[in-house]
């Protein structure tokens, strides 16, 4: 067994992903990986509309019988990923303390109007900025109300923005202020920081703000939706998160986070 770690991962139990665990997990053993967390999707303000009861079901079944399946070559961790709990509090400390989750991701991805959190090509900076804005607000509603672990997904709306993001880096510290003064961790996300050069600076530059504000905790993840893509990356971000100041990647069990050595 290796010693990297991918802590966001999805299943067949989320809309876009077709992989089952078992390959998934399969993939990972075959990457030499330690440790894996499957944080499948629940969008709380659609819960019904996208089967999260039946989805909450499968997935953690389904974790449990990887777990017990591969324990001998791999660390299977119980996640989930709660998408909009700001908007739906009380469901979302129902879900988390239903089970014995490892690792519980935080994303907004959705705005209160129903307006998707995406800055796309063709909005003038005046625009982008609003959209920060109403972002920022409600990330740091999720950081405030809300049980969470670790907050991922920050830069993945700018993936297709071409504007500057000085703005969208400003209204973004004082959310990663509150998650420091939580104990709580943001994720590097080896899809943003990698695929794109201006993201990569504005994720490391946050990084470092990130640890300035006194953050302890970064999680690495790739938010694979297909098992070749479970990994990718992770070795190659590893020295940014020490350039920042911080000692190794943070991994959780229970839902209690340590610095793994990598």
Known sequence: MGSLIDLHVY??????AKDKISLMCETAVDKDLAAVAFTDIIELDRYEETECR?????????MSKARALFKESLSVLFGIELRQSYLAGDRARQIVSAHDYDIVLTRVTRLPDEMEVRFRPELTQSAFNELADAYADALMRTVEETPFDVLCGLYAPLRNSHLDFTYFGERVKPVLAAVAAKNKAIELNTKDVLGSERLRDLGFSLLSEFRRAGGKYVTIGTGSRFHDEIGNGVEQ???????????????FEKRDPRIAEM
């Open 54 to 62: 039946r989805r909450l079901r499968h997935a953690y079944f389904d």
């Open 11 to 16: 299943t067949n139990n989320s809309q876009g």
């Open 237 to 251: 971000v590893l020295p940014a998160l020490k350039r920042a100041g911080f000692s190794g990647a943070a991994v």
